[in-house]
């Protein structure tokens, strides 16, 4: 008896955001797996695979939007089922990783919930995760098992170079975020800026914009950010980019959540444009603003999730800036 080594690769979305998937799939050049999604009458998901995929290479593709309880426990359901099917390796592809701002204590008697989301990941069977622009990158030692945090930096980079705009300031919107606009403001050869905020413990998104720290009179200004809630942040910072005599200022973030009342936040700022990737899937309120831009995110997950099918480098994919 000869037993062939072939590798095999398939690749499932759950029903957070089934056209990302669809588009990663298309660049893959291969079909999305057949999975049977279905929720019973009180709640609970059930998930059945169409096919084998005992000895295959998977990747479950979900991002944790709206209901995001639910989202999370449908991909942790899809993760076991296909550990009991026997599938050689599992990779939990997460665009944007649910309860990510819960790293750590703030207060007493809190719980760290990113490193609870971390060990059910595991408990399930993910044998590595692979995220984008995670809040913390703290989160990756949350586990032991491999974790991939990638960045949209290089998309953001093409699409600030094809704008032409300058002289170019990064503006970070908190002093926890300056190391990330550093990293754009190395690949843009632009000046770094932050905004010194204070948040406010009590009462969950509310700040308060205090001063800008860094030169943007007469410069075109670009606050980057992890991710943008109710926009009451890069709002803030924009009027007081706008105030100290910034000649534009643009707002770019990977993961695009705008529940209310984010779309007439954005409308009603003095942002030239708000530029997000399609981690997750836009709201229909904010979808029609006309100063709102998508890039997809599609080519670079493709591009890593071929790396870790070929055991092949993921950094070179990020020039190193996925860390």
């Known amino acids: 008896m000869e037993a062939t080594n072939r590798k ?4 499932f979305t759950g029903s957070a955001n089934p056209e990302l998937a669809q588009e990663v799939a298309d660049l893959l050049e291969i079909q999305l797996g057949e999975v049977d999604l279905k929720v019973f009458a009180d709640g609970e998901i059930a998930v059945r695979y169409s096919q084998s995929v005992r000895g295959a290479d998977c990747f479950v593709l979900q991002s944790h939007s709206d209901p995001i309880n639910f989202h999370i426990m449908e991909q942790l359901i899809m993760i076991e089922a296909l550990q009991r099917a026997s599938a050689k390796r599992i990779t939990a592809v997460v665009p944007y990783f649910g309860y990510a701002r819960q790293d750590k204590k703030s207060m ?3 719980p760290i919930t990113a490193r609870l989301m971390a060990d059910l990941f595991v408990t399930a069977g993910a044998d590595r995760l692979v995220s984008v622009d995670l809040h913390s990158p703290q989160i990756q030692g949350f586990t032991t098992k491999p ?12 699409y600030l170079n094809a704008k032409g705009e300058r002289p170019l300031t990064i503006v970070s919107p908190d002093s926890g975020r300056v190391k990330q606009a550093s990293k754009y403001a190395r690949h843009l050869d632009a ?7 204070r948040r406010r413990v009590d009462v969950a998104d ?7 720290v860094g030169d943007v009179e007469g410069r075109h200004c670009v606050i980057i950010d992890d991710m943008i809630g109710t926009a009451g942040t890069i709002v803030t910072a924009a009027e007081l980019l706008k105030d100290r005599g910034a000649v534009s200022v643009r707002a770019m973030s990977t993961h695009a959540i705008l529940p209310p009342p984010a779309a007439d936040r954005i409308k009603n700022a003095p942002l030239e444009e708000v530029v997000v990737t399609n981690t997750l899937p836009v709201p229909a309120e904010a979808a029609d603003l006309p ?30 800036e996925n860390v």
């Open 147 to 158: 974790f991939d945090s990638l960045t949209a930096l290089p998309i953001f980079r093409e």
């Open 8 to 11: 095999r690769m398939m690749l």
């Open 191 to 197: 000046e770094v800026a932050f905004v010194h905020k």
């Open 291 to 320: 100063n709102l831009k998508i890039l997809s995110i599609a080519p670079l997950l493709a591009d890593t999730l071929k790396a870790i099918f070929m055991d092949t480098s993921v950094s070179s994919i990020f020039m190193g």
């Open 206 to 212: 509310e700040v308060s914009a205090l001063q800008v």
């Open 108 to 110: 007493p008697r809190e």
